[in-house]
């Protein structure tokens, strides 16, 4: 079956679409080269257009636009343009296309699947972050179709200058919209690589996330986390004055939480899950007793939550994950029994008070458990690597007995930064020989023996660093 809809998909390709304009397509085409610089060749993809080269020691590297429909079903409806960039390698060389589920970075990088097959990387912003957005913005546009179908374009159109195998990856969200691409459009990549990626499937039921916070690290770290997030919230109205007057100070608004003090209690609701997302059991040491002054409770509640997130400022650019997470995504909840005498507006942990009031949202409750069933009963060449102590992966994606040549490893003691480096032994050897396979550069050697597998490119030391951008709860 897989055989067949892939020759289809060569068919359609050969056929050729019509394009977005005066006519609509479902995807643009490349116009035959007219010379060998990849730039003009990327340059003559109907809809794509330069914003800028930059240089890039062993690459060539672009940021550019890409003409999209902003409904995929009824394209003539009015288009809007997406950002994307291009990691050039070479055009006999596998691709890796790399998304964040937000914005895309305009400055290079190399996801570790891109290291691993030494390949070229296409990365893509997710629609609606801006300045990938429509205007005017219809959020019901919005969903997980609809960006998988911006993957579905932008890899048809790119697929006849890089003719090699195609893998899909991402982390967090990112590694949610690699699944969500591999789901709607099974065909269009040889392997998917999804980095810690939350499967709410069911938005009703999270006692998983009560479980992780139950049993992570030790009795005693649990403990000091607790109690100075109890301590934050006895002295939240010392806080919080503090806490307004930086935002005067600062220019920041609370339009769409409500006020200073229920931004607040957000923040220390924060406290825990951020610990655990991107700090490990060596930093409990750092916890400060319930007996600190309160310059070092704020310092620290500022260092792990964020004081700046829930403002206006903060919220508006993640406004299109709030209103995903709110209406197909799903967000965790959890038990707070040590807080809730302390709480001043239960219900307000959810991503409806993250998305301005004027943004219509309805819960769509089948597509999660969709892709779910989809991935347990029918993913091929999918790998989902997850952190021990990663509160994200208590809901992880499972495999099912329709699941074929796909694995799920948890990197020990690794946060929401697990990557296939962070995995022990065999797995780690496994999961690096799986990527070069399905990139179609496993050497004999790998095939034989897993434990021969290592990345085929050197580790750089720009192009390999990870982005250290905190994201908080709610915010995979």
Request: aromatic residues 12%; glycine residues 6%.
């Amino acid at each position: 079956m897989r055989k067949a809809c892939r020759w289809l998909l060569a068919l359609t390709m050969l056929i050729g679409t019509v394009s977005l304009g005066g006519a609509s397509a479902v995807a643009a085409t490349a116009a035959e080269p007219a010379t060998t610089d990849i730039k003009d060749r990327i340059l003559a993809i109907r809809g794509m257009s330069l914003i800028e080269e930059k240089p890039v020691e062993g690459y060539r590297y672009f940021v550019l636009n890409y003409t999209q429909p902003v409904d995929h079903r009824r394209p003539h409806k009015g288009t809007f343009q997406q950002r994307i960039t291009l990691l050039h390698k070479a055009t006999d060389r596998p691709t890796v296309f790399f998304t964040s589920g937000y914005n895309v970075s305009t400055n290079p990088s190399r996801s570790e699947p891109t290291r691993i097959v030494d390949g070229n990387q296409v990365s893509m912003e997710y629609r609606f972050f801006t300045p990938s957005r429509p205007d005017p913005a219809d959020w019901s546009k919005l969903d997980i179709w609809q960006a998988a179908s911006d993957q579905h374009r932008i890899h048809r159109a790119l697929k006849k200058i890089y003719s090699e195998n195609w893998l899909a990856t991402g982390g967090s969200k990112g590694g949610m919209t690699a699944t969500y691409f591999r789901r709607f459009y099974p065909d269009d990549m040889d392997g998917t690589v999804a980095y810690v990626a939350p499967n709410d499937a069911r938005n009703d039921e999270d006692s998983a996330y009560d479980r992780f916070f139950d049993r992570v690290s030790t009795q005693e770290c649990r403990d000091a986390l607790e109690a100075v997030q109890r301590e934050a919230l006895v002295r939240r109205d010392e806080i919080v004055d503090r806490y307004e007057e930086w935002a005067y100070e600062n220019g920041a608004t609370f339009t769409t939480v409500g006020s200073a003090d229920k931004a607040y209690e957000n923040v220390v609701l924060d406290l825990v899950w951020a610990f655990w997302q991107y700090s490990s059991e060596a930093d409990c040491a750092e916890v400060p007793k319930p007996t600190a002054s309160t310059d070092v409770i704020y310092d620290y509640v500022d260092s792990i939550s964020g004081f700046s997130f829930y403002t206006d400022q903060g919220l508006a650019p993640y406004t299109p994950y709030f209103y995903q997470a709110g209406t197909e995504l799903g967000s965790p909840s959890f038990e707070t029994a040590h807080l809730d005498d302390l709480l001043r507006y239960p219900g307000i942990y959810q991503p409806r008070s993250y998305v301005p009031r004027d943004i219509p949202m309805t819960w769509r409750d089948n597509v999660m458990k969709d892709v779910d069933r989809w991935v347990r009963n029918r993913g091929e060449q999918m790998l989902f690597v997850y952190g021990e102590n990663d509160p994200w992966g208590a809901e992880p994606f499972r495999l099912g007995k329709g699941s074929e040549d796909s694995y799920v490893f948890t990197a020990p003691g690794a946060n929401h930064g697990a990557n296939v480096a962070g995995l022990v032994g065999p797995e780690r050897d496994k999961a690096t020989a799986e990527i070069l396979e399905w990139a179609g550069v496993a050497s004999p050697e790998v095939r034989r023996d897993a434990s021969e597998a290592e990345p085929l490119a050197k580790r750089d030391a720009g192009l390999d660093r990870q982005a250290d951008e905190r994201r908080h709860v709610l915010r995979p």
